[in-house]
């Protein structure tokens, strides 16, 4: 009996420390993304109204990106591109999707994988906690894309305050308004929340890592915050007393309470023990959409929804002791489907994507052993406006709208005031021709969207007739 039990001390001691190095050897990531969140309104650019101390320590205590980019101006097709480390116009993903939940072709093409599904495949639990926006047919929600657990909602965007939420059934809705109104949804089952919605999410993401210490995981954190509508709690409104603009007071409310929770899981993470091997990054979605929600992009020109640097180009940064320096500012052009390519490169053995990714493992560029840019080009397309940008990798940045060029040098000039397009032919004519060349490889969009909401309701009572 003796010897069965030491035995099984010594098998059970064997399996925990098995656990226990395997744990270490795979680094967990924590993505955390804000909604519409304005270049111009962290601490780490300068921000001196909005206030951000723990999200700015994720770029004190990393890398911060000056030049860091999302794929696409708005929400939902941003999303697809860095969750499959891809353009997600390979696939028909570049416009809003319409919450229809039983429209099983409108979201994510269930060909692609997500960053879940590959982690998965190296035995990491996953969860999102937040906004999905990627589809609500069951066959297109977070726990049918690789996630373990999910906690939150399917739309675009929600109400914050609990006692909005009346709709008890999300598969019955058929409205973006209705969808902002739905229970929060944990895994397939709706649940009545008590806390305002954004402090909600930062409770379900640290008690996600508390029961995942000894397991490598993967934390979606997607805030909705500071997306519309705009409420915040008293409690964080009495710190912005001293701003007069009751919008931006409020956006910048709502700032707080995200940047409160990013507080509470990075002490969760230095608490496990955990903090030196898992990447976290934060990235806003789109540009801020300046006067919707209060935001600002600083000097960078335009807003969400277009193509110039303030559509763009985000706050972006990311910690990892282990693996990239401390304190570092990174100018190159970087952009959000590389955040999959990082992390499959600090993973001993990774697992392969099964379609190629857009993304590049930045560690090398970050510790000085690569020295050249991460991209030699990043592209963008809006097929429903029939535009396009360009930027290489030093700098100069083309946009095409109505087949009319513009050219910008962003080294020199990032507010986009001096189009060269006039003077610098030879560059105009060149990066047409690798945008001709990247738009070989893409499809049409495969689904209608938000701004074809009219049509899409009339095919689908084509169909039903
Ligand atoms: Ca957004």
């Not at 519409?36 to 770029?59: C, K, Q």
């Amino acid at each position: 009996m003796k010897v069965h039990s030491s035995f099984a001390i010594a098998s059970m001691f064997l399996l925990l420390s098995t656990a226990h190095v395997a744990a270490q050897g795979k680094p967990n990531l924590v993505l955390v993304v804000a909604d519409d969140l304005g270049y111009a309104d962290v601490g780490f650019h300068g921000s001196e109204d909005v206030l951000t101390p723990h999200i700015d320590r994720i770029a004190r205590e990393g890398v911060m990106f000056s030049s860091g980019y999302v794929s696409f101006s708005v929400c939902s097709p941003s999303r697809a591109g860095f969750l499959t480390g891809r353009y997600g116009q390979r696939f028909g993903y570049e416009r809003n999707v319409l919450y229809y939940p039983t429209d099983a072709g409108m979201g994510m093409s269930r060909e692609e994988e997500t960053m879940a599904d590959i982690l998965g495949r190296a035995g990491y639990r996953s969860m999102l906690v937040g906004k999905w926006h990627l589809g609500a047919h069951p066959s297109l929600q977070p726990q049918a894309r690789g996630f373990s657990e999910f906690y939150g909602f399917l739309g675009g965007g929600h109400q914050y305050f609990p006692d909005s939420l009346r709709i008890v059934d999300p598969m019955k809705v058929f409205t973006e308004e209705g969808s902002y109104r739905t229970l929060l949804n944990r895994g397939t089952q709706p649940v009545t929340e008590t806390e305002y919605i954004t402090d909600a999410f930062s409770r379900e993401a640290v008690a996600f890592i508390d029961r995942n210490r000894s397991n490598p995981f993967f934390l979606y954190l997607a805030y909705n915050a500071p997306h519309n509508p705009l409420q915040a709690p008293p409690a964080y409104l009495e710190r912005y007393s001293h701003i007069k603009d009751q919008k931006r007071r409020n956006y910048a409310a709502m700032v707080s309470a995200m940047d409160d929770g990013v507080g509470r899981v990075l002490a969760k993470l230095r608490e496990t023990g955990l903090d030196k091997n898992t990447l976290v990054v934060f990235i806003s979605d789109n540009g801020g959409p300046l006067a919707d929600n209060g935001s600002s992009n600083g000097s960078l020109r335009g807003k969400k929804g277009g193509l110039y640097e303030g559509g763009i180009r985000v706050p972006f940064a990311m910690r990892w002791p282990e693996k990239i320096p401390t304190g570092k500012v990174y100018d190159r052009p970087v952009i959000t489907f590389d955040i999959l390519a990082t992390i499959l490169g600090g993973i001993p053995d990774a697992p392969r994507p099964k379609q190629a990714i857009d993304g590049v493992d930045l560690i090398p560029f970050l510790t000085g052993k690569a020295k050249n840019a991460p991209h030699p080009y990043l592209f963008w397309r809006q097929y429903d406006q029939r535009s396009y940008a360009v930027i290489r990798s030093d700098q100069k940045k083309m946009l095409l709208r109505a087949d009319t060029a513009s050219l910008f040098d962003l080294g020199a000039d990032r507010s986009e005031t001096r189009d060269l397009a006039q003077e610098k032919k030879s560059v105009v004519r060149k990066l047409r021709r690798k945008i001709s060349a990247w738009e070989k490889e893409l499809k049409p969009p495969s689904f209608l969207g938000l701004t074809q909401r009219a049509e899409y309701i009339r095919a689908q009572s084509a169909i039903k007739k």
